[in-house]
């Protein structure tokens, strides 16, 4: 099959299913992974859609499901992308929050209603799965957003350095939820208001 038709494929199954995972469109289509991804690459560049963690997710041009918001949805500060945290949510629906203090906050407050969240590693800018990252609380350096700060690595071995250089404590993403959470509760800082 020629990579076209794998394109016209993958945009079949996207318009019908609304997003996949890279495994089931290369179970369909019987390619690699690799394949898949490199299928997508023209279909991303088209915007037709727009990759998650593992997947990928219809862009509905016509509607402002996927017009994200440059203010928090938790806070309303500007976004900042190197601090972002995205939640999907059902309905093909994105909510960001400009960074982990106010995404781990709105992630609680939506429990099983996240499909997925995405945030950046704190070191290498690539985006990682919110579940799976290591987070890092009361260190000394300022990002100059939500208090507590939170910063988020992908690899719990920096995140242990990071701590060794600049101070703090790792928790896990469990752990980080209810900690953020527990440290809000009563605080008149940053996002309180909305408890």
Not at 39 to 44: G, Y
Not at 57 to 68: A, G, I, K, P
Request: aromatic letters at 10%.
């Amino acid at each position: 099959m020629l990579p076209i038709e794998r394109q016209n494929r993958i945009r079949e199954f996207i318009l019908e299913k609304q997003n996949m995972k890279i495994s089931e469109l290369s179970k369909e289509i019987g390619v690699s992974e690799m394949t898949i991804h490199r299928d997508l690459k023209p279909l991303i560049d088209e915007g037709i859609v727009i990759k998650t963690f593992g997947g990928v997710t219809l862009v509905r041009e016509n509607t402002n499901e996927f017009s994200v918001s440059e203010a928090c949805v938790f806070c309303s500060r500007k976004v900042n992308e190197r601090l972002a945290y995205r939640l999907f949510l059902p309905n093909n629906k994105i909510e960001m929050t400009c960074c982990a203090h106010c995404g781990l906050l709105r992630h609680r407050q939506l429990g099983d209603k996240v499909v997925q969240a995405i945030c950046p590693d704190f070191f290498r800018q690539t985006t990682i799965s919110a579940p799976l990252a290591w987070y890092v609380m009361d260190t000394s350096v300022q990002m100059g957003c939500c208090h507590p700060q939170v910063l988020t690595f992908e690899w719990k071995e920096h995140a242990d350095k990071f701590v060794k250089g600049f101070g703090g404590k790792v928790y896990s993403f469990s752990e980080a939820i209810e900690t953020i959470f527990q440290k809000m509760n009563g605080n008149d800082q940053c996002c309180s208001k909305h408890y």
